[in-house]
């Protein structure tokens, strides 16, 4: 059970090593583009070229489809990026079913696992295998590999990794289940596990005020998507957008303005990738710094963020010397 690409390394890896996949059941196709033709789960196109059996229930509990997981009479369940799960679906198959988490659990329990871990700077993260039961990520552990987060890892590069660690991970717990060899292990308690919540449009907001490595973490960990986004505003805009300081030279207010509070001629830019460039300087924070060509630097607590590639609400991914082209006025702007 699963739905993007995430969980097809998984189940390719499955097929090819000679398992009895009996089926796999995954989200319904929804309208996606401007023709609002239907689009498939990643899960389900690869299903469906491995001559699969595929199931698309609206609801869990429908009685249709649990009639039909039925008669596929499943010996274990698995589950990867899929969705919660009622007890009557995860406890149908004879041996269980087991998730597959994006994390070293009980850290980062939730839907934003490799967001989460990015954004916080962790340099080490992992998958685990567990078993589901009524709780949200907290079932018995199979197994668990770290896998390492190097300074320039993206939530899509470490996606990736996990993906290909996660996928070994998976075919390994099917072996000790199949050889009788399952030995669970309850999670470790730790205090105050950290959360991995959803990630919502606000939530990848650039408060430039912040620190310059929280800024660049911030950038890397939402990058490609849903991607870390600020506004760039023509002529410096008011006070309040220049983020005017306190005394300590913190910001007055970290929230995420909405763009009808901006001036007319504000543009809404994502930044998909940068550096941290550690310098002194007087400027406020948001501060652009360009030559106007080749590169654009923004001012935050303890130097710039050399921003690297960025794209302009309706516009296409670019380079900062292609964006600057189309961009004569940089230096009168500010980020906000």
Request: hydrophobic share 40%; with cysteine.
């Amino acid at each position: 059970m699963g739905t993007p690409e995430f969980a097809v390394d998984s189940l390719r890896t499955l097929v090819e090593q000679g398992y009895n996949v009996v089926g796999v059941v995954t989200v319904p196709d929804k309208p996606a583009g401007r023709g609002l033709k239907l689009s498939e789960s990643a899960v389900k196109k690869y299903a469906v070229s491995a001559g699969l059996p595929v199931l698309q229930p609206v609801k869990m509990k429908d009685p249709g489809f649990l009639r039909e997981l039925g008669s596929w009479a499943p010996d274990l369940g698995i589950v990867i990026a899929f969705r919660m799960l009622p007890e009557e679906v995860f406890s149908a198959p004879r041996y269980g079913t087991f998730n597959l988490h994006a994390s070293l659990l009980p850290d980062y329990r939730g839907a934003a696992p490799i967001n989460r871990a990015v954004m916080n700077g962790e340099t080490v993260t992992g998958v685990t295998t567990f078993m589901l039961n009524r709780g949200m990520d907290t079932g018995d552990i199979i197994g668990a590999r770290e896998v390492p987060v190097s300074e320039d890892d993206t939530a899509g590069s470490l996606h990736d990794k996990l993906m290909e660690t996660g996928a070994g991970l998976v075919l390994e717990s099917v072996g000790k289940i199949a050889a009788g060899e399952l030995d669970l292990k309850p999670q470790p308690q730790v205090a105050v596990p950290k959360p991995a919540p959803k990630i919502f449009r606000e939530d990848c907001y650039i408060r430039w005020g912040n620190d310059i490595g929280t800024i660049y973490n911030h950038i890397r960990g939402l990058s490609p998507y849903p991607a870390a986004w600020g506004y760039l505003v023509r002529g410096g805009g008011p006070e309040c957008v220049a983020k005017e300081l306190n005394e300590q030279g913190e910001l007055q207010s970290s929230s995420c303005p909405p763009m009808e509070a901006m001036p007319d001629d504000t543009v809404q830019v994502k930044i998909f990738s940068a550096r941290k460039v550690y310098d002194h300087h007087p400027g406020v924070y948001g501060t652009i710094v360009s030559d106007g060509k080749s590169f654009i630097r923004v001012a935050c607590k303890g130097g710039y963020i050399d921003i690297a590639e960025l794209q302009a609400a309706g516009k296409k991914r670019m380079t900062v010397p292609e964006f600057l082209r189309g961009f004569k006025d940089i230096a009168s702007c500010i980020f906000a």
